[in-house]
């Protein structure tokens, strides 16, 4: 690998991490619709419902059982985009350790 090519890789990850902030945000932006939907669904359906306290919680969790897989996919999916903008981070260090390593065997 050459000082060329380490420099391209660090620009496509600089470039590809600027996009993972516009990606977290979005991913924040639908797991906090999600998790709206979520607590709307529920409690409407907690109020709506009849018997004992338990009796009307456990059917409004199954009335919000699909916002609930909603809220969780999006929050995976959060989760997925933080690990991605991670490695890419670590990929970046790396490159420009070995980046300084050359030209330090260059001054050699």
Known sequence: MNYEEIQRQIAELIAENSKGSTALFEA????????????????????????????????????????????????AELNRIKAKVKAIESALISLATQAKLMQAEVRL
């Open 28 to 75: 924040e932006s639908k797991l906090a619709h999600a998790e709206y939907e979520l607590d709307t669904v529920e409690q409407k359906a907690f109020i709506s419902a009849e018997g004992s306290v338990a009796d009307r919680t456990a059917i409004a969790r199954l009335k919000a059982s699909q916002s609930r897989l909603e809220r969780d996919l999006r929050r």
